[in-house]
Antibody, heavy 119, light 108 residues
Framework: QVQLQESGPGLVKPSETLSLTCTVS??????????WSWIRQPPGKGLEWIGY???????NYNPSLKSRVTISVDTSKNQFSLKLSSVTAADTAVYYC???????????WGQGTLVTVSS | EIVLTQSPGTLSLSPGERATLSCRAS???????LAWYQQKPGQAPRLLIY???SRATGIPDRFSGSGSGTDFTLTISRLEPEDFAVYYC?????????FGQGTKVEIK
């Protein structure tokens, strides 16, 4: 059974870079045709897809965030990471990492981690 | 970008009743790439339906999905107490992946 766990600072200052890591257990980030994604949810609001890294290492980002987002993978640690630069209060959200198959949908999610942008 | 519009915003029903939730897309979505999720407070979303009509592993058969093109529906045949939650549709066939704004199913 695949499990995902987000980790990283819960508080980030405006203009700084938000960095989160998703540790995957029960499966490999580098095998199978899977998409490893970051999705966020501002408090009391809906879900926003940030982007994914494919098992092959290719990436795809939401154009609304593309200039500030980097998703990378560390196969030796079976982790993938999110960096979001130049954050503002609008980036305050619960950040989820999630996994989907080609046509399956996001069947596996981390529990989410709240990141607050504030000085 | 494909915009998904869910209706109604809130559905007030009693346990045992049937719930019908709508998801309308701004342009055609391949049925293979339309999913429904359930989210309860403080929890991550849970995949219910993928490919517009296929139930995910472990999902009770009171949940069903249908539709094609730009109009999709999630039906809960008989609401159980644990079904009161927020439901989101999502398309993942076109980049960027997008979610609807959600429908809250609340106890009447």
């Amino acid at each position: 059974q695949v499990q995902l766990q987000e980790s990283g600072p819960g508080l980030v200052k405006p203009s700084e870079t938000l960095s989160l890591t998703c540790t995957v257990s029960g499966g490999s980030v580098s095998s199978g045709s899977y998409y490893w994604s970051w999705i966020r949810q501002p408090p009391g609001k809906g879900l926003e897809w940030i982007g994914y890294i494919y098992y092959s290492g290719s990436t795809n980002y939401n154009p609304s965030l593309k200039s500030r987002v980097t998703i990378s993978v560390d196969t030796s640690k079976n982790q993938f990471s999110l960096k979001l630069s130049s954050v503002t209060a609008a980036d305050t959200a619960v950040y989820y990492c999630a996994k989907r198959g080609y046509s399956y949908g996001y069947g596996y999610w981390g529990q989410g981690t709240l990141v607050t942008v504030s000085s | 970008e494909i915009v998904l519009t869910q209706s109604p915003g809130t559905l007030s029903l009693s346990p045992g009743e049937r719930a019908t939730l709508s998801c309308r897309a701004s342009q055609s979505v391949s049925s293979s790439y339309l999913a429904w999720y359930q989210q309860k407070p403080g929890q991550a979303p849970r995949l219910l339906i993928y490919g517009a009509s296929s139930r995910a592993t472990g999902i009770p058969d009171r949940f069903s999905g249908s539709g094609s093109g730009t109009d999709f529906t999630l039906t809960i045949s008989r609401l159980e107490p644990e079904d009161f939650a927020v439901y989101y549709c999502q398309q993942y066939g076109s980049s960027p992946e997008t979610f609807g704004q959600g429908t809250k199913v609340e106890i009447k």
